[in-house]
């Protein structure tokens, strides 16, 4: 049975549009850029700053330990000397029910939240942020049920609840509704806004920042914090930021019509036959277990992670499959990429450039780097990235275009460079930043060094993860500090928060900070 069913890309523009009411005539007439936002804290004009950043981060249930409060517990210290914290993606899982955002993000972010010290007040699309919040969507914030196992989740919540059962997914019994709950909870989510002078004096009190785009949405800190868009851009202390959705760029090709394709094709089948007989010798061992036993109790959350990880592989496999010449990608957000690019490297107070999004094109964490979306992302941004480059010619030097790009996705914390990879994207530092609290993952066996027909095209220099068997497993959480300086280019001290779980106890586990 399938665990989990995932929109069309066209079919998550077309609503992520709606919900933000996309080039509304009221919107338009004002000339409001739905892409910008202003960070108004009265500081964003200080070229020295400090970010923090997580991913991934829904725990969901655990029977022996609660990692996504562990992460929390870190970054409380460093709250007021940060500016803003941004998020990779996977706010909840399983499936982003709007149901778990009371214990996958209320709960353990509760200081950061206004009227956090009362969390169970909180409506989770009524948050406002103490401290700015930034997130792009996941791949399980766009997640829904199949109709099948959404019916039987819903018929069995009672049971499930009260015998607390080893198959309960976090699941709820709808999913995320297309991305509804991500968008209600973190958007400015324009369709509330029935009476067109409801939406025109909305407009006329929250988009009153003024840039050479236009007017923009203004984010406030305690007072108004939404987003304009799924994805948008900002600018603090000369630096650019630009928050992607990866989501609607990041479908497979089709497979070639060759002997080449048609054998790849069988290997894939095969796989996923594989993976399905996986997930039943898991259900089946689930439920041999004890949860009175502390041991047993982990190995059941590791078996639930591994269900969850294997899901994800098919449902990578049923892209590849099922991909053909009708395949949508969202051009319209990746032309914007482009040309604000573009503008940003024209913009003399602009200093440097970041980049964040959920799927990571470069990453050795053990299942990623060969899954079809995988290559479809890293090769959009090459696109993207080779066209900004042919507009700028000799503008940017031998500066790398993008001077931090930040994914999460993949469960670990890791640091990559890349080397020259024929295309525009070579030279930029890479940070995967997935390890914030679901489960974690380990690193390949081939290595650090990535290649792509026999080339080497990035390097792994420090990867953060799960390591070590039975009673020697360990599993560090993680989340970033992210020290800007000044400067033309900037430089950046990451320093690596790292929380360990190790024979059922927690430790702070020291990483060296590192400057890129």
């Known amino acids: 049975m399938k665990f989990v ?7 998550k523009i077309r609503k992520m549009n709606q919900r933000v009411k996309w080039q509304d005539p009221l919107v338009v007439q004002r000339g409001i850029d739905q892409t910008r936002l202003m960070l108004d804290d009265g500081r964003d004009e200080e070229s020295k700053f400090s970010f923090l950043v997580v991913g991934d981060s829904g725990a969901g249930s655990h029977y022996t330990h609660n990692p996504q409060r562990q992460v929390a517990e870190l970054m409380l210290p460093h709250r007021q000397e940060c500016r803003f914290m941004l998020h990779t993606g996977d706010v909840i899982y399983l499936v982003g029910s709007s149901e778990y955002y009371q214990k996958n993000f209320i709960e353990p972010y509760r200081e950061f939240i206004c009227g956090g010290e009362q969390p169970q007040r909180i409506a989770y699309d009524q948050m406002v942020f103490q401290l700015p919040i930034l997130p792009v969507p996941g791949n399980h914030d766009y997640y829904d ?38 968008a209600r909870a973190f958007l400015d989510y324009l369709k509330a806004f029935i009476l067109p002078s409801d939406l025109a004096r909305h407009l006329d009190t929250h988009y009153t920042a003024k840039t050479e785009t236009g007017r923009c949405l203004r984010y406030e800190p305690g007072s108004f914090t939404r987003l304009p868009n799924r994805y948008y851009t900002f600018r603090y202390g000369g630096i650019d930021f630009f928050a992607l959705d990866s989501n609607t760029f990041n479908d497979p090709p089709p497979l070639p019509a060759t002997k080449q394709g048609e054998a790849e094709r069988k290997i ?35 078996l639930r992670v591994k269900l969850a990880q294997i899901e994800e592989i098919v449902v990578d496999i049923d892209k590849q499959l099922t991909a053909d010449h009708k395949t949508v990608v969202d051009t319209e957000q990746l032309d914007w990429l482009k040309q604000r690019l573009i503008e940003s490297w024209h913009t003399k107070e602009v200093r440097g450039r970041v980049i964040y999004f959920h799927h990571p094109p470069y990453v050795t964490e053990a299942t990623k780097w060969n899954q079809g979306q995988t290559l479809a992302v890293r090769d959009r941004l090459r696109d993207v990235l080779d066209g900004v480059a042919a507009e700028l010619g000799s503008l940017a030097e031998d500066r790398p275009l993008v001077d931090l790009v930040l994914n999460g996705h993949a469960h670990c914390l890791e640091y990559l460079q890349t080397m020259d990879t024929g295309h525009a994207d070579r030279n930029i530092n890479w940070i995967v930043c997935g390890g914030s609290g679901y489960s974690l993952r380990r690193q390949r066996a081939e290595g650090t060094d990535l290649l792509e027909d026999q080339k080497l095209v990035a390097r792994s220099h420090l990867f953060v993860g799960r390591t070590g068997q039975g009673s020697q497993k360990r599993r560090p959480y993680s989340c970033l500090r992210i020290d800007v300086k000044d400067g033309c280019p900037p430089k950046f001290i990451v320093r690596p928060l790292v929380v360990e779980r190790y024979q059922r106890q927690w430790r702070d586990r020291e990483v060296q900070p590192f400057t890129i």
């Open 145 to 182: 049920l199949p109709l099948v196992f959404g019916v039987l989740s819903l018929a069995t919540l009672p049971i499930r609840k009260f015998f607390t059962s080893k198959l309960d997914f976090d699941v709820g019994w709808h999913g995320s509704r297309q991305g509804d709950a991500y």
């Open 5 to 11: 069913s995932e929109p069309a890309i066209a079919d």
């Open 268 to 302: 894939l089948q095969k796989r996923r036959v594989e993976m399905e007989e996986q997930k039943q010798e898991i259900v089946q061992t689930l439920t041999q277990l004890d949860t009175n036993e502390p041991a047993e109790a982990e190995h059941l959350d590791d």
